[in-house]
């Protein structure tokens, strides 16, 4: 599913326009990735939980020449889903 079906599906089930889908979907998007780069944890309690991962520095290797390189430290965001979700997708 892309963005578009996504928008199409929430207009469909919250019985809104597509485009108050669309501008509810990027608010969505705009605070979760606002309070993730602030470092705050965002946990909707039965969907799942977003968090920032911290990712230390470290040596790698150049796939091509097999040279080793340093990696900089990093941030990645996370999603932990939660229990209700993953039963519903492991309902049969």
Do not use: H, W, Y
Not at 22 to 31: G, P, W
Not at 49 to 56: G, H
Not at 67 to 82: D, E, H, V
């Amino acid at each position: 599913m892309n963005k578009t079906e996504l928008v199409a599906e929430i207009a469909k089930k919250a019985n809104i326009s597509k485009k108050d889908a669309e501008s509810a979907l990027k608010a969505f998007t705009d605070t979760v990735g606002a309070q993730l780069k602030k470092g705050d944890k965002i946990q909707l309690v039965g969907f799942g939980t977003f968090e920032v991962a911290k990712r230390a520095a470290r040596e790698g290797r150049n796939p091509q020449t097999g040279a080793t390189m340093k990696i900089a430290a990093s941030k990645a965001p996370k999603f932990k889903a939660g229990k209700a979700l993953k039963d519903l997708v492991n309902k049969k």
